[in-house]
Nanobody, 116 residues
Framework: QVQLVESGGGLVQPGGSLRLSCAASGFAFSNYSMSWYRQAPGKEREVVAQISTTGEITNYADSVRDRFTISRDNAKNMVFLQMNSLKPEETAVYYC?????????WGQGTLVTVSS
């Protein structure tokens, strides 16, 4: 059974940091590129960061570059998103996604609330 389970969300003050984790199971994790998306209330889901199968290549949305870092541990079937200098407008549900060819798997999301 394919599963992606995000964790690490919560309430953080503006300027604070959070580290999200996504645990994968039920598929060949190291074959899949991984991404983090987010969906703010009333807005479309948007990609935040992507990482290649080996972790050598990463890409970021312009809005998070230099503040967020995506990483993965293929030995543990996990992907991470370190988020620094968070802003109130980044309040959203954060999702991880696995992709290989035409196969896609999504997690259920974890809520990040940036508020004082």
């Amino acid at each position: 059974q394919v599963q992606l389970v995000e964790s690490g969300g919560g309430l953080v003050q503006p300027g604070g940091s959070l580290r999200l984790s996504c645990a994968a199971s039920g598929f060949a994790f190291s074959n899949y590129s991984m991404s983090w998306y987010r969906q703010a209330p009333g807005k479309e889901r948007e990609v935040v960061a992507q990482i290649s199968t080996t972790g050598e290549i990463t890409n970021y949305a312009d809005s998070v570059r230099d503040r967020f870092t995506i990483s993965r541990d293929n030995a543990k079937n996990m992907v991470f998103l370190q988020m620094n200098s968070l802003k109130p407008e980044e309040t959203a549900v954060y999702y991880c996604k696995a992709r290989w060819r035409n196969h896609e798997h999504w997690g259920q999301g974890t809520l990040v609330t940036v508020s004082s």
